[in-house]
């Protein structure tokens, strides 16, 4: 297959969306034309939209497949793997921890791409093709380049701004890009976005104004902290407009929040009514790169699932368990149970019951019982994103081959956002609207109304159960970080990711469990998160080819 050929000192930046195999390291003789279709292709409007429709998949790939959790849920203490990722577990991720390449190449293509998506369209989109549907996709390629940046940024901080693959080929002096400047661009580029996008969807799963708005909300919370140098303090502007921006939304879009929260991940549940952007995978035999194969290592057995299942040794982490009402603290442990819907859909308990999952046993299937392996350390393993057999989803799935979509955001944030927003710089508020969406968040998910002032940690303690094993804790804890950064590394400092064993009352269908801390395993349950290792170190690979990745950043203006 043909690859976009390395355009910056022989750096992964541009890898081709198709790329499988190694590339040329010809990067400067010539631009980089190769792109998802060729210059003919853009003479209609279904030609223009399926030029982006890859844009929705195959470029987040690498991402999706495991760093997408190793990053989110690993490094920010939601989640563990016993053996594997260990790196990410403990906090020590370096310039050679695979996730960390493939996460970088991932955001760095989804860049790529869009800018040719971009500049192709604006070059040979034929006289059939409407302005409406130029416009909008272009407004799509620079949506997903600027979500790519907003996860570029928050991982590794400064990070070079590249608009235009073309004009690199005279230009050898590309720097990073401060990240105040890259905020600054990333709300810039999505105002406009939001402008050019349509209200609805013109195909099932495309972005919207609403989606853009929704990434408006999400942006400014996150930059009214970004230039507080951690002095604790949020600017009161950028909160007013995440505010705004998340109202908006809620009030405007028309979307809504399903009724159960164990819904939004049965099969099947593709841009259901609360998901305002999501990757759209699909099924295809014989296909590679626009399937889901995530769920293909966070099954915990291959009992449960197609040749593949994985996760056998990933599970909630004791921290993370501790989030759950109803799960208290003894002399020895934890014990207890929640009424809480979303530990069940996030994590199996041994003795939980899911009828929607087929279970190989002995002499036969069974409709999944959780197992318990008994022992003094097993693993309350991922239910997210786990849909079971090809059975189980009309025959839509086979082994690292699945096709339901990977929620990147759902509308239950925008609640959160607008608390949040409304909360600010104060220790707590009693805003009624705010109480009244944190609630449609808190009460969806079986708890009773929450009568008291919100403060931070509630709200961040709401978004830590709503959101696990969805890939939004870590970014949480560096939104934290910009304004505070002290509370971030206590926060992750005071986390428990060490080896436990949970017993449950009866089996199956327990009531109650019991936890217990696995007493000969003494060492790795802690971190030591500091100014040092909390962002992502650039990868190794990029560095020793991208030597201007190692000078000091600059601001970055746009052209």
Not at 160 to 185: A, G, H, Q, R
Not at 466 to 488: C, I, Q, R
Request: aromatic share 12%; glycine share 8%; with cysteine.
């Amino acid at each position: 297959m043909k690859i976009l050929k390395h355009i910056l000192y022989r750096s992964s930046f541009f890898v081709s969306l198709l790329a499988v195999t190694s590339c040329s390291e010809d990067f400067l003789e010539r631009p980089p034309v190769d792109a998802i279709v060729d210059a003919g292709f853009y003479q209609t409007d279904d030609q223009v939209l399926a030029s982006t429709a890859l844009l929705y998949s195959k470029v987040w790939f690498d991402y999706n497949d495991k760093a997408s959790y190793n990053l989110g849920d690993f490094r920010a203490g939601t989640a563990f793997s016993a053996y594997n990722d260990r790196g990410n577990v403990l906090f020590n991720t370096t310039g050679n921890t695979p996730e960390n390449g493939s996460a970088w190449r991932s955001f760095f293509i989804v860049v790529g791409q869009s800018n040719l998506a971009i500049s192709n369209i604006n070059q040979y989109a034929g006289a059939a093709v409407s302005p409406t549907i130029k416009k909008m996709a272009i407004a799509e390629a620079r949506f997903m380049r600027a979500v790519a940046y907003r996860s570029l940024v928050m991982n590794w901080g400064a990070v070079p701004i590249i608009e235009n693959n073309l004009e690199l080929l005279s230009d050898t002096t590309v720097s990073k890009n401060t990240p105040e400047s890259v905020w600054k661009f990333l709300t810039s580029e999505m105002r406009q976005v939001a402008e050019d996008l349509p209200a609805t969807p013109i195909r099932p799963g495309r972005v919207t104004r609403w989606s853009a708005e929704g990434m408006l909300a999400r942006f400014y919370l996150t930059r009214a902290g970004v230039e507080s140098a951690g002095s604790g303090t949020r600017n009161q502007i950028f909160l007013d407009s995440a505010k705004y921006y998340s109202e908006r939304v809620i009030t405007q879009s028309g979307l809504s929040l399903l009724k159960n929260y164990g819904d939004l991940f049965l099969f099947p549940y593709d841009n259901n009514s609360e998901s305002l952007f999501s990757l759209q995978w699909v099924y295809s035999p014989g296909a590679y790169g626009t399937q889901n194969s995530t769920p293909a290592y966070l099954a915990y057995s291959p009992d449960i699932a197609n040749g593949d299942g994985w996760g056998g040794d990933k599970s909630a982490t004791w921290w993370m368990l501790g989030q759950y009402e109803g799960i208290k603290q003894t002399a020895t442990g934890m014990q207890g149970r929640t009424i809480d819907q979303r530990l069940k859909a996030t994590f199996m308990l041994p003795g939980a019951s899911y009828p929607e999952i087929t279970q190989t046993i002995t002499g036969g299937e069974q409709k999944l019982i959780v197992p318990n392996p008994g022992g003094d350390n097993n693993f309350l393993s991922i239910k997210k994103y786990v849909t079971g057999k090809a059975k189980d989803v009309g025959g839509l799935s086979a082994s690292q081959n699945y096709g339901h979509d990977t929620y990147m955001m759902r509308l239950a944030e925008m609640y959160l956002v607008y608390a949040e927003a409304v909360l600010g710089n104060n220790a707590s508020t009693s805003d009624p609207v705010a109480l009244k969406y944190y609630n449609a968040i808190h009460t969806r998910a079986g708890l009773p109304v929450f009568a008291r002032p919100l403060t931070f940690d509630i709200i961040f303690k709401e978004r830590l159960v709503e959101f696990a094993m969805e890939g939004m804790a870590w970014y949480d804890l560096v939104s934290l970080h910009y304004y505070n950064p002290t509370k971030a590394y206590a926060i992750l400092n005071s986390q428990d990711r060490g080896l436990f064993a949970t017993a449950p009352d009866v089996f199956p269908n327990p009531t109650s469990w019991t936890f217990t801390k696995t007493a000969w395993s003494t060492t790795e349950r802690t971190i030591n998160a500091n100014s040092g290792n909390f962002l992502l170190p650039i990868p190794s690979a990029e560095l020793s080819q991208a030597p201007n990745l190692q000078k000091p950043a600059v601001d970055y203006y746009s052209k």
